[in-house]
């Protein structure tokens, strides 16, 4: 099982920037599937970006153009770059690891095994 610790959230004014940091241990996050994920209160958790072990990443409709999800291997690292965020992205923002996805969705947080404790961000008007 990995462990995952997430870091780097916090309060930000509209049109600022955070990057999410999620620390991993006990397994190599370059021979998993990773994700973010965030949940607004009152929401459902939604996946917001994966990058497969490929390199392959994938992002949610409403952030494409704006967020940027990357891993480190070296430092066993992933991270989640938020660039122009809008008040909607307010959330608690999770990263979550899976070894195989087969033909589930990586949108479906139903899909991943292993997942931090989250994250706050607070996007301010």
């Known amino acids: 099982q990995v462990q995952l610790v997430e870091s780097g959230g916090g309060p930000v004014q509209a049109g600022g920037s955070l990057r999410l940091s999620c620390a991993a241990s006990?397994?190599?996050?370059?021979?998993?599937?990773l994700a973010w994920f965030r949940q607004a209160p009152g929401k459902e958790r939604e996946g917001v970006a994966t990058?497969?072990?490929?390199?392959?990443?994938y992002y949610a409709d409403s952030v494409t153009g704006r967020f940027t999800i990357s891993r480190d291997n070296a430092k066993n690292t992933l991270y989640l770059q938020m660039n122009s965020l809008k008040p909607e992205d307010t959330g608690m923002y999770y990263c979550?690891?899976?070894?195989?996805?087969?033909?589930?969705?990586?949108?479906?947080?139903?899909?991943?095994?292993?997942w931090g404790q989250g994250t706050q961000v607070t996007v301010s008007s």
């Open positions: 990058i497969y072990r490929t390199g392959y990443t």
């Open positions: 006990g397994y190599t996050l370059s021979n998993l599937v």
């Open positions: 979550a690891a899976e070894p195989y996805l087969y033909s589930r969705s990586w949108t479906n947080p139903g899909t991943f095994r292993d």
